[in-house]
């Protein structure tokens, strides 16, 4: 197949292939970086995740107070034996929400010693 004298020819570049690419230099931290020792990173995130315990615990802790007020309103609504037993599950329900939001802080604080250790 012969081609047309009056083709346009082509404008584009020859191909080349891009420079190898190569890694920096690696520099040793200086004093006072980010970077920091194993242990040092250890505390770090143990205190992290102490004040993520505590901070999950008073969260539990004020759910459970607020659905206690909210079940005790409802409660009021009703009277005698009824408001009674209302009365009483209502703080069962707090009382176990509170013993499990402080069992799991319990845990996490116990998970946090004996990631320092």
Known sequence: MAVAADAPKSTAPAATTPPPMTAPAA?????????????AEVKADAKAMKAKADGDYKAAKAKADADYKAAKAECGKK??????????DAKAAHDGAIKMAKAEHDKEAADVKAMKK
Do not use: F, Q, V, Y
């Open 27 to 39: 520099t040793p931290p200086a004093s006072g970086s980010m970077a920091a020792s194993p242990k």
């Open 79 to 88: 009277t005698g034996a009824d408001k009674k037993a209302c009365t009483k």
